[in-house]
């Protein structure tokens, strides 16, 4: 009876391990174009939402984020006012996995949480931060904001809405966007077309060349004025000239190019 219960335990612990292992490593072969929308007036920034097939894009000057499905736009969040969805100078926004949108207001220094749809969902209000430009997620319990005032950027937490550490203060001088996941945390600028790589935890990893994103495999993607590349594999496309900021969701990359948002998918080789 004993051995039984002795196997029995080994199987479920087997069995656990085997529930939270992590997928297999996965290489990037090409990236594939099936997408390209046109709005009327220049883009900002821009990111796309598979399973809801949402486009959000915030215009460069307006301060709005339009909300863009099945070839139409469903909504738009935004413009000076004292409505919920206003803001006094919205500044930038980040995207979770669940497609909810987090909308900085720069002046109020508050985030702003809504749904696919628009509705706002919640605020968040930041202390002790000066001057809060730029917004990324990390692994959907932080959110890490970039002070321009004090060059630092500042990890919170979602749940309890507190700040939990800073970095950066003297790697960073100037940030176009600002890009987390579960693991890195990185920190683009486009005057000296440089992205600087931290860990999760704050700690400084290196300078890249180009914008640098990460896919649900760690596999480092970069993108500059001359190519899309995949930096762990051969994958490398071609860009026309005036690209600009670039994000990713899911196996999707998102680039502006002017009034456009392109959509490219990543297409892995297979696992041997």
Same mark, same amino acid.
Request: charge should be neutral; glycine fraction near 8%; include cysteine.
């Given at each position: !009876?004993?051995?039984?219960?002795?196997?029995?335990?080994?199987?479920?612990?087997? &069995?656990?391990?085997? $529930?939270?292992?992590?997928?297999a490593? !996965?290489e990037? %072969?090409?990236?594939?174009?099936?997408?390209?929308v *046109?709005?009327?007036?220049?883009?900002f920034?821009?990111t796309?939402?598979? $399973?809801?097939?949402?486009i959000?894009? !915030?215009?460069h000057n %307006?301060?709005?984020?339009?909300?863009?499905?099945n @070839?139409?736009?469903?909504?738009?969040i /935004?413009g000076m @006012?004292n409505?919920?969805?206003?803001f006094?100078?919205?500044s930038?926004?980040a995207m979770?996995?669940?497609?909810?949108?987090y909308?900085?207001d720069?002046a109020a220094?508050v985030?702003?949480?809504?749904n696919?749809d @628009?509705k =706002?969902?919640?605020?968040m209000?930041l $202390?002790? #931060?000066q001057?809060?430009t730029k917004?990324?997620l990390g692994?959907q319990?932080?959110i890490f #904001?970039y002070d321009?005032a004090s060059g630092e950027?500042?990890?919170f937490?979602?749940l309890d809405?507190?700040?939990l550490y800073?970095f950066g203060?003297?790697d960073?001088?100037?940030?176009?966007?600002?890009?987390?996941n579960?693991d890195y945390?990185?920190a683009?600028d486009?005057?000296? @077309?440089? *992205?600087s790589l931290?860990s999760a935890? /704050?700690?400084?990893?290196?300078?890249?060349? /180009?914008q640098?994103?990460?896919d649900?495999?760690?596999n480092?993607i970069s993108?500059? %004025?001359?190519a899309?590349v %995949?930096?762990m *594999?051969?994958?490398?496309?071609p860009m026309?000239p005036g690209?600009? =900021?670039m994000?990713? *969701?899911?196996d &999707?990359v998102s680039?502006?190019? /002017?009034?456009?948002v392109?959509?490219?998918? =990543?297409?892995?080789?297979?696992?041997?």
């Amino acid at each position: !009876m004993k051995n039984i219960i002795l196997i029995t335990f080994a199987v479920l612990i087997l &069995v656990g391990c085997a $529930g939270t292992r992590k997928p297999a490593p !996965m290489e990037i %072969s090409t990236f594939t174009l099936f997408d390209t929308v *046109s709005f009327d007036k220049d883009i900002f920034k821009a990111t796309y939402h598979p $399973g809801t097939k949402t486009i959000f894009a !915030m215009y460069h000057n %307006s301060q709005e984020i339009l909300f863009w499905r099945n @070839g139409r736009q469903i909504n738009a969040i /935004g413009g000076m @006012g004292n409505q919920p969805t206003n803001f006094l100078n919205l500044s930038d926004f980040a995207m979770a996995n669940d497609s909810h949108i987090y909308a900085l207001d720069s002046a109020a220094k508050v985030i702003k949480k809504f749904n696919a749809d @628009g509705k =706002l969902l919640g605020t968040m209000e930041l $202390g002790y #931060v000066q001057q809060p430009t730029k917004i990324a997620l990390g692994n959907q319990q932080n959110i890490f #904001v970039y002070d321009s005032a004090s060059g630092e950027i500042i990890a919170f937490d979602l749940l309890d809405k507190q700040e939990l550490y800073r970095f950066g203060k003297f790697d960073l001088n100037k940030v176009d966007i600002l890009y987390a996941n579960r693991d890195y945390v990185v920190a683009f600028d486009s005057v000296k @077309g440089q *992205s600087s790589l931290f860990s999760a935890l /704050g700690q400084f990893v290196s300078h890249d060349s /180009g914008q640098l994103v990460y896919d649900a495999y760690n596999n480092a993607i970069s993108l500059s %004025s001359d190519a899309l590349v %995949s930096k762990m *594999s051969a994958a490398w496309l071609p860009m026309t000239p005036g690209v600009g =900021l670039m994000t990713i *969701s899911g196996d &999707v990359v998102s680039i502006v190019v /002017g009034n456009q948002v392109r959509l490219l998918k =990543l297409d892995y080789a297979p696992v041997l």
